[in-house]
């Protein structure tokens, strides 16, 4: 019944947390977070690229100044073992640590009071909306809005990790045509209802994916 109703939550567009999410989240939800390493990494070529495409080869021009842009993803350090958060077309939580990507750059966040894995996740959620947090949108919900809101709504945003989280878009979006917002925002859309309808129907047991890290974008 809980495999039929994901499904169709998939199917009609109704907010849910991806099953390899869900099942990762059962699994180490009474886990205690201990610490947490931010990192982040040049976006792939890949997203280079799907940029470049949807703002018909204006890319580079509208990037102007911002030399790097990066893709940001979290490390939580349990006390059953490290989980990987991050979001993509679809948020990820997943156990391991992925191998760094060349340029990564990392910073530590201390964790002074003990919080479970579940609580810093429902935290985050109770904040944003499940809409929010499960939406994608390159230049607003994009995977450094998502791990500064788990930051704040934490209580574990300093002055020095947001320096290191935060890129300032502002003047980015207002380069960027609508249409390509629009148009980004649908393929990612596209790409995640796809991702989960597929983990859906074809994750029979944990919901686990394989080491290497999937995305469209982030």
């Known amino acids: 019944m809980e495999k039929v109703a994901g ?27 201990t610490g947490i390493e931010v990192n982040r990494a040049p976006l792939s070529n890949v997203a280079e690229g799907l940029m470049t495409a949807i703002t018909l080869g204006k890319w580079k021009e509208i990037k102007g100044n911002y030399d790097k842009m990066f893709h940001l993803y979290a490390v939580l350090k349990t006390s059953k ?56 949108e390159g230049f607003t919900l994009n995977c450094q809005n998502f ?20 890129q300032d878009t502002k003047k980015l979006i207002e380069r960027t045509p609508a249409f390509s917002r629009w148009l980004g925002k649908a393929v990612t859309g596209i790409a995640g209802k796809g991702d989960e309808l597929f983990q859906e129907i074809v994750y029979k047991r944990g919901g686990l994916v394989s080491s290497q890290r999937r995305r469209v974008i982030g």
Do not use: C, W
């Not at 996740?121 to 939406?135: A, C, F, Q, S």
């Not at 500064?148 to 945003?157: E, M, R, S, V, Y």
């Open 7 to 33: 499904i169709l939550k998939a199917l009609l567009g109704i907010p849910q947390l991806p099953k390899t999410f869900r099942n990762t989240l059962k699994k180490y939800g009474d886990a205690t977070i």
């Open 81 to 136: 073992g490290p989980l990987l958060l991050e979001k993509n077309q679809t948020v990820v939580l997943k156990e391991g640590i992925p191998t760094p990507e060349k340029g990564n750059e990392k910073t530590a966040v201390d964790v002074p009071t003990p919080i479970t894995v579940a609580d810093f996740i429902n935290k985050t959620i109770k904040r944003m909306t499940l809409e929010d947090y499960t939406t994608y």
């Open 147 to 166: 791990i500064k809101n788990h930051l704040l709504a934490n209580g574990l945003l300093t002055p020095e990790n947001l320096s290191f989280v935060y």
